[in-house]
């Protein structure tokens, strides 16, 4: 007996139905949250660094799936292996057999890794820090784990443990017993460290919440107190990885910093299939992996799997082949340098930071008297509501799509594909310059979509 499934009379017949869909069966909030924001688009393709819809405009994604469209979308090397990976038919996941798939794909992400050693293959990226606690851990013999505040790891409950938000943690108690530290706080690094229970510091480069970089010098001295005290680095690069920031590491534009532990997901995949790494130095995986009692002590159901891996050999290849890295620091350097000059033009624009293709715009408290009032009433209602005022209308108007920071900030962060161009950096400048010019002129519009925000943020308390 043949069973037939087809995919495209299946979308052809249910497609409409999308949001429908997704409030009676899946997370009920996400489709109230974009019908009241105006996010409910109907996106039918995706090519590189764009969308379409139905009617063929094209929408310029500036958030690249939260980072894991790295090269865009169906970039067609990447397209290519995964149909040679399924054609191949091979014995893929026997779990009593070593395929030769995830060598080479642990080989070739070492390359980049010079003083890391071993790979082990999860799903995704809370999954590769879980992966790194778990081996920082066992590997000292000590239980606590250091973490940033405002930092993001992840959301299942040891990545949860290391997240420097309440607004994830609230609820969900008890959670590991690790401790916040500031970002680029040695003081309190050490503080924690002379109790002798620290296992490792985990830490992003760059957080992402708020696109705030680790101060210049601070991964360096965090190592060199981590290495005295016997304790671990662990960087978590799943989203700044893979050229993000215009290095193939965002730790690595800080000379001298070697992490113990690194993890990496998000544009590994492809855009694809998902797929997380945690890179270790050797004594690390001996440690954990110490004898054939221990062989299956830390595994992933679908880790290396045939499809994961065939797509994350394909994207360091893209990557090699053309030039990603560099193309991300011309491109990101031209997008942070057109945006920074827009500073001293408009008042309500505090701050522009990050590197590469990792970019944070700030908003602040405009000084025209006009302006302060209607800034005010936005802050008392609820913070991030001016930011939010400004990923509308990039949509809206000009058919682009961006993200606020993170709850309660006034922040874009921008982290598009990374194979963004000069004609995209064109169009987003004149498109945000255009909504900015809109914010400052007192009226219109966006102030009108302003008052709607508030009265929803009202009626929510």
Known sequence: MTTEFDLGALLAERGAERYELHTKYLNPQLPRMLHTIGFDKVYERGEGAHFFDADGN?????????????????????????????????????????????????ERLLAHSPHLDRVFFGNSGTEAVETALKFARYATGRPRILYCDHAFHGLTTGSLSVNGEDGFRDGFA?????????????????????????????????????????????????????????????????????????????????DGVEPDLVCVAKALSGGYVPVGATLGRDWIFRKVYSSMDRVLVHSASFGSNAQAMAAGLAVLSVMENEQIVAGVRRTGDLLKARLTALVDRYELLADVRGRGLMIGIEFGRPSSLKLRGRWTMLQAARKGLFAQMVVVPLLQRHRILTQVSGDHLEVIKLIPPLVVDEADVDRFVTAFTAVMDDAHSGGGLMWDFGKTLIKQAVANR
Request: aromatic letters at 6%.
């Open 58 to 106: 094209d929408y310029l994604d500036m958030l690249a799936g939260f980072g894991v469209m790295g090269l865009g979308r169906h970039h067609p090397v990447v397209r290519k292996a995964l149909h040679d990976v399924l054609d191949a038919g091979l014995a893929d996941l026997t779990r009593f057999d070593c395929q030769p798939l995830p060598g080479l794909l642990a």
């Open 174 to 254: 008890p959670l590991l017993p690790d401790t916040a530290v500031p970002l680029g706080d040695l003081d309190a690094l050490a503080r924690e460290l002379k109790k002798g229970d620290v296992a490792g510091l985990i830490v992003e480069p760059i957080q992402g919440k708020g696109v705030h970089e680790a101060p210049p010098g601070y991964l360096r001295a965090a190592q060199e107190l981590l290495r005295r005290h016997k304790a671990l680095l662990i960087a978590d690069e799943v989203q700044t990885g893979l050229g993000r920031t215009g290095d193939f590491y965002a730790y690595q534009h800080e």
